[in-house]
């Protein structure tokens, strides 16, 4: 069966500081992986979205940045953190899909503070 | 504008009650529906996908309405249970060609008591 890890769960770091947030899937290969934000009282933005190792598309112009460096690993990365950025950060996958039709299954999510 | 809102915007009620929470979208083209479930500091999970053609989908003693032509959709929850509690979020994709985004509502909060 596929899983999903996110790390660390939670997350306090002051403003300007660097940010990295891991998410990897076990149990699936070549998945589309996503990340979004989800602020409080705000529905869920898609920051960036990758079909594969090395592509990754963005969706909102913004001090974040995303990689691929594995087939099952993506991570979020900022270097220097605003206070606008505090959310609850999800990761999701699909499997590979044209037609848009293919669940997306979340990850536990990691909570971010920014100071 | 491409929006899906949904309604109530948080719900009460007893265990053992059915409740029907609402989602009107206006995004075009339209390619899907879906419906998920959102427990509090947890990712969100499917709990239905429904294309224009789809008029209803269950999922166990959640079923999922669509009219395409009045632009709705509710979910609909039978004999709720305390673990119901939890955000539902209604999502369409909007689809032209090959460009495709997914358009997320603000969610139903729902609380069920004892």
């Known amino acids: 069966s596929q899983t999903i890890h996110q790390w660390p769960a939670t997350l306090v770091q002051p403003v300007g500081s660097p940010l990295s947030l891991e998410c990897t899937v076990e149990?699936?290969?070549?998945?589309?992986l996503y990340w979004y934000r989800q602020a409080a009282g705000r529905g869920l933005q898609l920051l960036f979205y990758?079909?594969?190792?090395?592509?990754i598309s963005s969706e909102v112009p913004q001090n974040l940045s995303a990689s691929r460096p594995q087939d099952r690993q993506f991570i979020l990365s900022s270097k220097k953190l605003l206070l606008s950025d505090s959310g609850f950060y999800l990761c999701?996958?699909?499997?590979?899909?044209?037609?848009?039709?293919?669940?997306?299954?979340f990850g536990p999510g990691t909570r971010l503070t920014v100071t | 504008k491409n929006q899906v809102e949904q309604s109530p915007q948080s719900l009460i009620i007893l265990e053992g009650k059915n409740c029907t929470l609402q989602?009107?979208?206006?995004?075009?083209?339209?390619?899907?529906l879906r419906w998920y479930k959102q427990d509090t500091g947890r990712g969100p999970v499917s709990l239905t996908i429904?294309?224009?053609s789809e008029n209803t989908k269950s999922n166990g003693r959640y079923t999922a309405t669509l009219d395409a032509d009045t632009k709705q959709s509710s979910l609909h929850i039978t004999a709720s249970q305390l673990s119901d509690s939890a955000s539902y979020i209604c999502?369409?994709?909007?689809?032209?060609?090959?460009?495709?985004?997914?358009?997320w509502g603000l969610g139903t909060s729902l609380a069920v008591n004892p």
């Open positions: 999701a996958w699909s499997p590979p899909s044209l037609d848009g039709l293919r669940k997306q299954y």
């Open positions: 149990g699936t290969s070549n998945p589309n």
């Open positions: 990758s079909v594969g190792i090395g592509q």
């Open positions: 989602c009107n979208y206006t995004v075009s083209p339209f390619s899907n």
């Open positions: 429904m294309t224009f």
């Open positions: 999502v369409v994709t909007w689809r032209a060609g090959n460009n495709r985004k997914l358009i």
